[in-house]
């Protein structure tokens, strides 16, 4: 038998992702918290079932683009106002109108470099080696089967209670997942 600290977590597989999405509900009621669930196609509801809610990418890409919009602005302005003042027909050498495209554009590159990097970052990808992949069926979980995992590191996880928790659930099967 698996030693309990070698072990990641417990695994059920489901056909259907019905029973998944249930099975994840019932999990979350039941006070599991550190579980996660693979699919080979986009479940309605499920990240809301596993208890996902949020990350701060979204914060880091709206600070980004304010930022960025800043410094682009900023940087139009300088130019414009205090390094290189040229009056050109008589126009102020603040024209805003002018600073838009440039606002814009670094606005947009900004938020794009943080979101791909935040994303990398707090995803902790990449990843090329993940617990899961010791388990044989889990090459199902890009095809036709349906998985929940439970892993070890939650605090309510017990591995007797766990495993009959998730056979309860109608799971067709349950496999220990090993680090």
Known sequence: MVMETNLYGLMAEFDQPEPLLEAARQAHSAGYRRMDAYSPMPVEGLAEAIGFRTTMV?????????????????????????????????????????YVPI??????????????????????????????????????????????CI?????KFDLQATREFLEQLDAQEVMEVER
């Open 58 to 98: 979204e914060r880091l890409v709206f600070i980004a683009g304010l930022l960025g919009a800043t410094g682009g602005f900023t940087l139009c302005w300088w130019m414009t106002v205090v390094a290189y003042p040229h009056n050109v027909a008589g126009r102020p050498l603040n024209s805003w109108p002018a």
């Open 103 to 148: 606002t814009f554009e670094s606005m947009v590159l900004i938020a794009c470099l943080v979101a791909v990097a935040g994303m990398l970052a707090l995803n902790g990808l990449p990843q090329p080696y993940h617990p899961v992949f010791n388990v044989a069926r889990i090459e199902h979980a890009s095809r036709d089967k349906f998985f929940l």
């Open 151 to 155: 892993e070890a590191a939650d605090s």
